[in-house]
């Protein structure tokens, strides 16, 4: 069974940094394209990032560009996003999924919050 | 950016056919394969991706789903609706960058 396991959201700071974790099983994570979709407090879903299976490629939304890095370690099994200087606007919870175009298996979510 | 136009709700009644739709501000069609997903999300949980590339059903979703289009016009059908599928549906197109989705349409009962 594919499970994703998304940790370190939680309350900061606008300004601050945070970095988010998701652990991946069920599956052979190195043969896959991985994603962070976010989806704010009663609203829709955003396209966060992309990176390719090895790593080697990875996308941004332009509002993200500069302050977001996606990347993962194949061998722990595990994608990340380092996010600085986050906004209020960043205010989401954030998913880990699967796919390069469309989303196959997602994880429950973890919770960002910016504010003071 | 790509923008994606549903309409925000549908009363349906159950055993009835539905039609959600979604309409594309340009393509997301190449000459292969039209870049639309949709995906099911109900309350408190995760999206669950029901059919890709416009019309593929995704493995264990059941064959009351069903996608059609391209281009720029493209539809969800539930036929028949079960209790089950009250929830709010999303389209997502991954041809143009941003990848972006619709705002969703929220299946209500009559």
């Known amino acids: 069974e594919v499970q994703l396991v998304e940790s370190g959201g939680g309350l900061v700071q606008p300004g601050r940094s945070m970095k988010l974790s998701c652990a991946a099983s069920?599956?052979?994570?190195?043969?896959?394209?991985m994603a962070w979709v976010r989806q704010a407090p009663t609203k829709g879903l955003e396209w966060v990032a992309t990176?390719?299976?090895?790593?080697?490629?990875?996308y941004y939304r332009d509002s993200v560009k500069g302050r977001f890095t996606i990347s993962r370690d194949n061998a722990k099994s595990t994608l990340y996003l380092q996010m600085n200087s986050l906004r209020s606007e960043d205010t989401a919870t954030y998913y880990c999924?699967?796919?390069?175009?469309?989303?196959?298996?997602w994880g429950q979510g973890t919770l960002v919050t910016v504010s003071s | 950016d790509t923008v994606l136009t549903q309409s925000p709700a549908l009363a349906v009644s159950l055993g009835q056919r539905v039609t959600i739709s979604c309409k594309a501000s340009?393509?997301?069609?190449?000459?292969?394969?039209?870049?639309m997903h949709w995906y099911q999300q109900k309350p408190g949980q995760q999206p669950k991706l029901l059919i890709y590339h416009a019309s593929n059903l995704e493995s264990g979703v059941p064959a009351r789903f069903s996608g059609s289009g391209s281009g720029t016009d493209f539809t969800l059908n539930i036929d028949p609706v079960e209790a089950d599928d009250i929830a709010t549906y999303f389209c997502q197109q991954s041809w143009n960058d941003p990848y972006t989705f619709g705002a969703g349409t929220k299946l209500e009962l009559k």
């Open positions: 999924t699967t796919g390069n175009y469309f989303f196959a298996y």
């Open positions: 990176i390719s299976y090895d790593g080697s490629s990875t």
């Open positions: 069920g599956f052979t994570f190195s043969n896959y394209g």
């Open positions: 340009e393509s997301v069609s190449s000459s292969s394969y039209s870049y």
